[in-house]
């Protein structure tokens, strides 16, 4: 029996996707997120030492969380079992805990329970782990693309570690596509690398994926078979349903400069024609709606603080409604950012708050602000002299709320603009 299973494995390694094919072995294998596991990173140094505890991966699609959740596992002496959220129900986590307590019993052998999509547990199927968390009966690994401050439940989120990752680099995904293209026994043209690269917005799998598909079509259009591939742009876009940047990297980088550019300038009808242009070349609409929404704050702020509400529903119609339609959406927010009152008093305020935290200067939290509601606060003087600006009639009060050292430093200024200018004037 174990001959026929041990066949039918190594057949399924020859069948899985390019993604599992290449999946790293070790922690050295990993490409990207080096804050995290290069040598003498804080989750590198945990494994190795086999005291990784609960902790919760936090990271967008593709960086690598299902994969650096078995390395951990390989690196302990625990055993792994792994659960999907979108499948598993409080029974299938009440069997899993059920089994790592006869595990323990009768082998003496821990249990790493790697939940995928943890943010899709409702809270009675995360309230069942609890126990289990906090007695060390298992050490929970969950992955997660959302925010797990408001997608998972507090007291779960308090006993496990915090490991947020980040999307790979483009010479991240410029070594992945590398190592795809030899596992395929495939070339690239070095363009048709760079528009994969910057196509898939540093997501790992998407570039593999594209890779896997572009050979194999190239493969099963060929009169040989057996002849050597090298991929061009358009096996690349063919791979991509034409979601590839058709005009090159470089051109990606100056047509989204120019879109940004134009709506800054406060030419709607320029900001359309590049948005529509991206859109068609395969641009991927994120990407847009997040350029959006940085600009409503960087370039427009407080003049309209409308915009940045317009560029996140715009955002968030992208997520819900998709292409073709949700072109209208992106549409609206480039016309209302593009006719908005234009201002960089935010990002400036930011810079100057962000350069006196850098700046060394002593930066105590004035006694009167401090915390006064803990037993014995009040010996240590904390609070006191403090004024409540509710009660005050014109509900201001004029008292230090700064260091002392940065008392006196200005960070925002409002401009002329919209209602920045209308603040200036009150």
Known sequence: MSLFADAANRQLERQAPLAARLRPRTLDDVVGQEHLVAPGAPLRTLAEADRVGSAILWGPAGTGKT??????????????????????????????????QRRLGEHGQGTMLFIDEVHRFNKSQQDVLLPAVEDGLVVLIGATTENPF????????????????????????????????????????????????????????????????AVALVRAGAADRAAPVVLTMDDMARARDGRLFHQGADEHYDQISALI?????????????????????????????????????????????????????????????????????LAQAVIYLARAPKSNAVMVALGRAQGDVRSGLPQEV?????????????????????????????????????????????????????????????
């Open 67 to 100: 994969t650096l959740a078995r390395l951990l596992a390989a690196t302990t002496s625990k055993h792994l079992v792994t659960l999907s959220a979108t499948a598993a129900g409080v029974k299938d986590v009440r069997d899993a805990l059920a089994e790592a």
């Open 150 to 213: 408001f997608e998972v439940n507090p007291p779960l989120l308090s006993r496990a570690s915090l490991w947020r990752l980040r999307p790979l680099s483009p010479d991240n995904l410029r070594t992945l596509i590398r190592r795809g293209l030899d596992l395929e026994e495939a070339g690239a043209d070095d363009d048709a690398v760079e528009a994969v690269a910057a196509a898939c917005e540093g997501d790992a799998r998407a570039a593999l994926t594209t890779i896997e598909v």
């Open 261 to 329: 550019k134009s709506v800054r300038g406060s030419d709607p009808d320029a900001g359309l024609y590049w948005m529509s242009r991206m859109i068609e070349a395969g641009e991927d609409p994120r990407f847009l709606a997040r350029r959006m929404v940085i600009l409503a704050s960087e370039d427009i702020g407080l003049a309209d603080a409308q915009a940045l509400l317009v560029a996140e529903a715009a955002a968030r119609a992208v997520e819900y409604v998709g292409l073709p339609e949700a072109a209208l959406n």
């Open 366 to 426: 004035p006694t009167h602000l401090r915390d006064a509601s803990y037993q014995g606060a009040a010996g240590l003087g904390h609070g006191e002299g403090y004024v409540y600006p509710p009660d005050d009639p014109s509900g201001a009060v004029a008292q230090q709320y700064r260091p002392e050292a940065l008392e006196g430093h200005v960070y925002y200024e409002p401009s002329a603009q919209g209602r920045d200018g209308r603040e200036a004037d009150r």
